[in-house]
Structures are given as structure tokens and as C-alpha cells.
């Protein structure tokens, strides 16, 4: 089996099936895919069969957790109520699909306070959560850690703590830490990840982190823009992402790789990380 759990977001096109044998043909034993459409709309219709020929893949392949992605419309703590609402209502919904496909993960963006500041923006999201979340559902539902870009709710640890901390259902709610946003936010991941690590691991605590989207970042440390990169290829660079899924503390999670490319691409980024850690 392979040591590393690793895979890329992939297009949710032709449905579940389809998703696996695209994993597997890039040699991935995860993935990410959106729910539905990233800027919103209605999710297609899940066919039974298509989630047990999945199923089939994933055990034949000793697939790991997978990652599924919120829309990126969602806004749980929108300032006008109806937007708060369709939150609730796509969560449930993704909720309700996720269960075809039990015990798997579901990440999302905590939302932009757009002016109401952060403390409201906290208190609205973790209501959305509270509204949502039971202890029925089948799926760990996971907090992104944000770049800080515009009016961004998560742009450090201890606002996902606060997040975290006024959740109910603490035993459905996880946290998934994006390197390229890590960066952005001020998080010096290149020179000093045991820092970073042990400063999640006291705010939050290491036991709630779930998975990792692995990215470069076209931007310096602190830039607060959000812009992913090729592995390599930006300013974090491959030694320091190379150290992120290869330490003890992290290497046991499904990683993510979102960077700008292509099938092919993230097949070949899948090949270096996997080189380097010495998996077949
Ligand atoms: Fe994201
Ligand atoms: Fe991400
Ligand atoms: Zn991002």
C-alpha cells in the first residue's frame, strides 16, 4: 500500500465512477471534487449504482478519505439573512449527498463578514453550523483556513478556534489547513513548520485537523491574495512542501493538491511527492 494518501482536485464530471477511475489513472488514492457547481445551482441527481461501482474503486485501491469541496457562494455568515439561509440549505443538502458515501470529509470556506467584522462573522457561522450539524450525518465537516483576503473569516488559528469553539456538534466539525493560504495568512511554513505546527497544535489542537490542501503560492509570505500555484513553482517552493507531507505530525492525512493544471500535471506532482517520500 501507499504510504502517502494523496490526490488532486478533480472534475465531479460523469459522477462517482468516474471520479475514482481519474483518481486511480494519476495514481491518487484521494481526491476533492465540488459537490456541485462552484459558483452555486442545483447538484446533480446520485445514482446508487454509480456510488457502488465507486465503492469498488475505492476499496480496490485502498483509497483514504476523500475530500469534498463546498460551493464557493456559500457565505455562512452573509449579512442579509436569505444568504444565510441558502447556506444552511446547500450544507444540508451536501450533507444528505455526502451520506451516500459515508465517512468521508466535506471542507468549506468559513465565509466573508463583508464589514460586519470578524466577531460577527464568527458568531453568524457557527450558528449556521449549529442549525446543520448532528450527530447522525456520516461526514466530518471541516473548517479551510483562509488566506485573509478581503473580509475572509478563518484568516488565522484562533479564529477558527473561536469558530470552533461555539459549535455544538464538536464531533462532526474538523479543520483542513491550505499551505497556499497558510502562507498567504503569515504562516512561515518554509522556515519554521514546527512552529507553525506546534502553534495550530496549541490554538486548536492537531487532533482536529483532517486533511491538507497542498499548494504553492504565487505570492510572498503575508500577501493575503490567495493565488495557488504549481508545486515548485512559487514561493513556498518543493523542499518546504516536500517537509509538510513527509512530517510525522502530518503524514498520516489525505492531501489535496489544487494547483493550476491539468490531469496529466497533478499526475506528475503525484509522482514527485511520492518519490520523495520513497512510496511505489
Ligand atoms: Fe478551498
Ligand atoms: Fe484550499
Ligand atoms: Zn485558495
Known sequence: MAELTIGSHISSAGGYEAMGKRAVKMNANTFAFFTRNP???????????????????AREHEFGKIVAHAPYTMNACAA???????????????????????????????GSHVGQGAQTGIEKIAQVLNAV????????????????????VGRNFEEIRQIMDLVECREKLGVCMDTC???DGGYDIVHDLDGVLEEFD??????????????????PLGSHKDRHEKIGEGHIGLDALAAVVQHPRLRHLPFILETPNDEAGWAE????????????
Not at 80 to 107: H, Q, S, V
Not at 202 to 219: P, Q, W
Request: charged share 35%.
Open 39 to 57: 459558483r452555486g445551482g442545483k447538484a446533480k441527481e446520485i445514482q446508487q449504482e454509480d456510488v457502488e461501482r465507486y465503492k469498488d474503486i
Open 181 to 183: 493560504h497558510l502562507w
Open 80 to 110: 442579509k439573512e436569505d444568504l444565510r439561509e441558502f447556506a444552511k440549505n446547500i450544507l444540508t443538502d451536501d450533507l444528505k449527498r455526502m451520506d451516500y458515501i459515508p465517512g468521508n470529509y466535506y471542507n468549506f470556506h468559513p
Open 269 to 280: 506532482e503525484i509522482r514527485t511527492l511520492r518519490d520523495i517520500c520513497g512510496d511505489s
Open 202 to 219: 496549541s490554538i486548536i489542537g492537531l487532533e482536529h485537523l483532517k486533511a491538507v490542501h497542498l499548494n504553492d503560492s504565487k505570492n
Open 133 to 152: 450539524l448532528n450527530p447522525e450525518w456520516n461526514t466530518t465537516v471541516l473548517l479551510e483556513t483562509m488566506a485573509g483576503k478581503g473580509t475572509e
